[in-house]
């Protein structure tokens, strides 16, 4: 049972415009959520975070929400560029001292010139 | 610097064969853990380690075996490959604390193909 979801597998986005890339989790002990960028043959790379005392998080162009009621983060994109075209994961954990990631199955977005 | 380096970036096994994949750090993390990641699945934690010394099972540790004895490397071994392990591999450390953000660092994987 996956713990951590990504429902969309893909999303196109017209370079300039807004992408929203959704997760959902389904254990209510995560605390911490991150979000990593993957291009093809490399590693993930962090891309933001945000805690669960927080329900917002801006980096740049990058935001990220969190909606604990819901369990439901999203990751905002604006604006878009064709460089951002990758596979997100979406990753959460717990407190503790193992504080492991539980990733989701990503989504591979595609930003169109 | 050089980060997380894994090795061999690409493999070919036939079924019952082993081998080791290899992960380096140069950024003296006591943390390490091996990861798989397969179509649809994202990545599920294979095996981790604390430091020198101290390895433990993540998610999907079976057909797996580490051992750390060094900071340094932190290698996975597949004592009877299975075609069920075709999959890329990636290593990743870990720094921070349990009262502070972790930052994972991840090396560019190794996909392995087990025919």
């Known amino acids: 049972d996956q713990q951590v979801k990504q429902n969309s597998p893909s999303l196109s986005v017209q370079e300039g415009r807004i992408s929203i890339l959704n997760c959902d989790y389904t254990n209510s002990m995560f605390d911490y959520f991150l979000w990593y960028k993957k291009y093809p043959a490399e590693g993930p790379t962090f891309l933001i975070s945000i805690s669960s005392i927080k329900d917002k998080n801006e980096d740049g162009r990058f935001t990220v929400f969190l909606n604990k009621s819901a369990k439901h983060l999203s990751l905002h994109i604006v604006p878009s560029q064709p460089g951002d075209s990758a596979v997100y994961f979406c990753?959460?954990?717990?407190?503790?001292?193992?504080?492991?990631?539980?990733f989701g199955s990503g989504t591979q977005l595609t930003v169109l010139p | 610097n050089a980060g997380v380096t894994q090795t061999p970036k690409f493999q070919v096994l036939k079924t019952g064969q082993s081998m080791t994949l290899q992960c380096a750090q140069d950024?003296?993390?006591?943390?390490m853990s091996w990861y798989r990641q397969d179509p649809g699945m994202g990545l599920r934690l294979i095996h981790y380690s604390v430091g020198a010394g101290i390895t433990d099972q993540g998610e999907v540790p079976n057909g797996y075996n580490v051992s750390r004895s060094t900071t340094e490397d932190f290698p996975l071994r597949l004592l009877s490959a299975a075609p069920s392990q075709t999959s890329v591999y990636f290593c990743?450390?870990?720094?921070?604390?349990?009262?502070?953000?972790?930052?994972?660092?991840f090396g560019s994987g190794t996909r392995l193909t087990v025919v």
């Open positions: 990743a450390t870990r720094t921070g604390t349990r009262y502070t953000n972790y930052g994972y660092t």
């Open positions: 950024m003296n993390h006591e943390y």
């Open positions: 990753a959460a954990s717990t407190s503790g001292s193992a504080r492991q990631l539980t």
